[in-house]
């Protein structure tokens, strides 16, 4: 069975750098077609897609966030390592990492992970 | 970036009413659009996927149809338990964009 779970810091300062992990289960990232991602939700607003590493270590990052973020895998520990720099208030939300499942006509999230609220604040 | 544009952004329907929530993109997807279904404090789950095809486990109230610009998800007979928030998720290309999400209430 496929799990997913966030971990990294509640709270962070401004101006830091965040970084979260994503420990998964039920897959590996080393199989072809599997692809990890992380999307993001400021509370009470939308889902925010931030980034992508797939299996043969290809790597995508939303236009906006790009300059910011940094995406990498562990296949041996199965996770998935998100870092963000020059972190502000705006970036307040509830940071998913989920699996991404490729069909021969789809690309979809079938799993998500329960997501860690992260606040950003002095 | 492709924009994707959800209407109405909320609705308040009665039990068992027909509900349609629309989406549109801002140039064609063909058919990589995904629907998400998000209940407060909940992970989304994934409802519709490729425009129309339902994923397993999801009931068969729930369907979704369009292609190229234009999009539609529609619960035939709304249940108490589908109050949420539903999303259109477009993965045409490599960078993802989400609708601004419909709040589904009930009346």
């Known amino acids: 069975q496929v799990t997913l779970r966030e971990s990294g810091p509640a709270l962070v300062k401004p101006t830091q750098t965040l970084t979260l992990t994503c420990t998964f289960s039920?897959?590996?990232?080393?199989?072809?077609?599997?692809?990890v991602t992380w999307i993001r939700q400021p509370p009470g607003k939308a889902l925010e897609w931030l980034a992508r590493?797939?299996?043969?270590?290809?790597?995508y990052y939303s236009t906006s966030l790009k300059t910011r973020l940094t995406i990498s895998k562990d296949t041996s520990k199965n996770q998935v390592v998100l870092t963000m720099t020059n972190m502000d208030p705006v970036d307040t939300a509830t940071y998913y990492c989920a699996r991404i499942l490729r069909t021969t006509s789809a690309v979809l999230i079938d799993y998500w992970g329960q997501g860690t609220l992260v606040t950003v604040s002095s | 970036d492709i924009q994707m544009t959800q209407s109405p952004s909320s609705l308040s329907a009665s039990a068992g009413d027909r509900v349609t929530i629309t989406c549109r993109a801002s140039q064609s997807i063909s058919s990589y659009l995904n629907w998400y279904q998000q209940k407060p404090g909940r992970a989304p789950k994934l409802l519709i996927f490729?425009?129309?095809s339902l994923q397993s486990g999801v009931p068969s109230r729930f369907s979704g149809s369009g292609s190229g610009t234009d999009f539609t998800l529609t619960i035939s007979s709304l249940q108490p338990e589908d109050i949420a928030t539903y999303y259109c998720q477009q993965s045409y290309n490599t960078a993802w964009t989400f609708g601004q999400g419909t709040k589904v209430e009930i009346e």
């Open positions: 590493i797939d299996w043969d270590d290809d790597k």
């Open positions: 039920g897959f590996s990232l080393s199989t072809s077609g599997m692809c």
């Open positions: 490729a425009a129309s």
